[in-house]
């Protein structure tokens, strides 16, 4: 009989506008590599920019938010496994699964984890320095670890975060698997007298790089001082008019919007600079721009889940006056350049080459498939979510199922 996976995405992917449609894209090449038949479900409405699944070969299914159609729906399909993006869709969805479904194998993507990035940012917003411990004062931090416990697999993009789930929120191994985002190595690019300019990318619905871009705007004129004929070409979906209004032609500071092709526009760009002071996961821009051969200036929380600062492919800095003497000396120092080049090189090949992990998810998948009474035995504060804590989401979806009925006859 063919294996059947469900995915029910928060969104759609747009593998054009983030790391995390790209992200999705590989989780689906993944399960189709293992013989999968997939069908993708989202209660989001497709966009412009959303990739056309069907090209894959992927049933798409668009899903209603608290609405018993859903059980007749996944009751039919009867899924092998059923794959949540993100905790949120497992909260809305994930009871309803379990009540069609009992013997479907469920697996979180975390993307990354929300309760870190929120705690981070809650602590530049304080004006303080963020503790480890902060993310234990997060409602979000309750609620995304509910979910990787009620379920029987949790997919982690960093191994930062499967170090904070194991040692600060005690979660055993069992229910994690380490599963960074891969690429294959460029075996070729453009030189460093081939490319110009300085660069950023980032989707600026996620507010860690709408923040990077505030802190580049304040640190851009003294590299400007320096390099006069160097521009910052500023690109990303979905820029709003916020975003819009720092474009500044006569300081060099410009804002491109939406990259038609992110990885042209990093390789033909010499350095690019990410001062991000929040944020969670792996940061798909400094991954890409490895890939490139794009030297990078970022921060701790930029490099945090990808390398550390002797192997970085760039620098790694603390605070404005370094980042910009760092980005300066990036651009004009060739020897150094061609250095980071190869660090970078080195840390996608060593790191986030996709058969590094091919064969254990398969064989961790395996065994839940074979195993997942025995699992779920052991994992007894994830059973006993699922029979308390779990019935709130359910009791407060079916209100809100009723609510609407009443609402619609009258």
């Not at 870190?116 to 320095?129: G, T």
């Not at 995304?144 to 929120?169: G, K, P």
């Not at 990885?263 to 721009?289: H, N, W, Y």
Request: proline content about 2%; glycine content about 4%.
């Amino acid at each position: 009989m063919k294996k059947k996976i469900l995915i029910i995405g928060l969104v759609w992917p747009e593998p054009k506008s983030s790391a995390a449609g790209t992200r999705m894209l590989q989780l689906i090449e993944l399960f189709q590599e293992q013989s999968f038949e997939i069908t993708f479900a989202s209660a989001a409405q497709t966009g412009d920019y959303s990739f056309d699944l069907s090209t894959l070969h992927i049933q798409t299914v668009q899903i209603q938010l608290n609405d018993s159609s859903f059980d007749e729906f996944v009751r039919t399909l009867n899924p092998s496994i059923v794959l949540f993006d993100r905790f949120i869709s497992e909260e809305q969805f994930g009871w309803r699964v379990i009540e069609n479904c009992p013997d479907a194998i469920r697996i979180l993507d975390t993307e990354d984890l929300h309760c870190l990035r929120y705690a981070r940012q809650q602590a530049i917003k304080n004006n303080s320095d963020f503790i480890v411990d902060d993310i234990l004062n997060e409602d979000a931090a309750l609620r995304e670890v509910a979910s990787i416990y009620r379920c029987d697999l949790s997919l982690i993009i960093s191994d930062f975060e499967m170090e904070l789930l194991q040692n600060t929120f005690k979660i055993d191994e069992s229910l994690l698997f380490y599963l960074p985002m891969f690429y294959d190595q460029k075996s070729n690019y453009l030189s460093f007298k081939e490319r110009k300019d300085f660069v950023f990318i980032g989707n600026f619905l996620h507010a860690p790089n709408y923040d990077a871009v505030l802190q580049l705007k304040s640190i851009w004129k003294n590299i400007k001082n320096k390099l006069p004929e160097a521009k910052l070409n500023v690109y990303g979906a979905y820029s709003s008019q916020k975003v819009e209004q720092l474009h500044n032609e006569r300081e060099g500071f410009l804002i491109k919007g939406r990259a038609v092709d992110a990885f042209e526009v990093l390789e033909k760009s010499k350095v690019l600079l990410a001062p991000l002071r929040f944020g969670a996961g792996i940061k798909g821009k400094l991954l890409e721009a490895m890939v490139n051969g794009t030297p990078s200036i970022t921060t701790k929380i930029g490099s945090e889940g990808i390398a550390t600062y002797e192997n970085w492919n760039g620098f790694i800095c603390n605070d404005e006056v370094d980042f910009c003497e760092k980005a300066i000396l990036t651009y004009t120092n060739e020897n150094l350049w061609a250095k980071f080049q190869l660090n970078g090189e080195a840390v996608v090949r060593s790191k986030f080459n996709k058969e590094i992990y091919n064969s254990d998810l398969n064989v961790r998948i395996a065994y839940l498939l074979s195993n997942y009474k025995k699992a779920r035995k052991f994992n007894f504060t994830g059973r006993l979510l699922v029979q308390n804590q779990f019935n709130s989401l359910k009791f407060m979806s079916k209100w809100i199922e009723l609510k609407n009925s009443l609402n619609s006859e009258n």
